[in-house]
């Protein structure tokens, strides 16, 4: 219904940009991917903001999308978004039991021999990731809504 959208909030007093698929998170996705993946990458040349610098977007962008082919088409999981904070981003998904993300992860990411990056594979079967954090609550949620009504 909403899809993917983006939003900025802080966190600790810094510019955090969010993007993030507001659709993800079924009943039947939650049981069938209980394990959260995030792959962080500290940024070449963020903006004093810690943002990324738009110098850096096709770069990011295709990270982003060989990634979410990847997490998809091979590990069978979901992409569910990402967070720009303080000189790092990080893309989030969610995995099915025993996949081997860990090691097809970091194997993608050394095609990019630039970035300094981590891949860190957790249990969250409650998906406390997803919606104590990347989902946007309050007035950022209304502004969404409210892009949509429109």
């Given at each position: 219904m909403f899809g993917w959208n983006q939003y900025n909030s802080?966190?600790?007093?810094?510019?955090?940009?969010?993007?993030?698929?507001?659709?993800?998170?079924?009943?039947?996705?939650?049981?069938?991917?209980?394990?959260?993946c995030l792959v962080t990458l500290t940024l070449l040349h963020p903006e004093e903001t810690g943002l990324s610098n738009p110098k850096e977007?096709?770069?990011?962008?295709?990270?982003?999308?060989?990634?979410?082919t990847e997490i998809e088409e091979h590990l069978y999981g979901i992409y569910v978004g990402r967070i720009t904070l303080d000189g790092e981003?990080?893309?989030a998904?969610?995995?099915?039991?025993?996949?081997?993300?860990?090691?097809?992860?970091?194997?993608l990411m050394?095609?990019?021999?630039?970035y300094d990056y981590d891949v860190d594979v957790r249990q969250d079967a409650d998906w406390s990731y997803f919606e104590k954090f990347?989902?946007?609550?309050?007035?950022?949620?209304?502004?969404?809504?409210?892009?949509?009504?429109?």
């Open positions: 802080t966190i600790d007093q810094k510019v955090a940009s969010f993007s993030v698929n507001l659709d993800a998170g079924s009943e039947s996705q939650r049981q069938a991917l209980p394990r959260l977007d096709r770069d990011l962008f295709r990270i982003e999308s060989m990634l979410e981003r990080t893309f998904c969610y995995l099915p039991p025993d996949t081997p993300a860990k090691l097809v992860l970091t194997g050394a095609n990019f021999e630039a990347l989902y946007p609550e309050g007035e950022n949620l209304q502004r969404i809504v409210n892009r949509k009504a429109l």
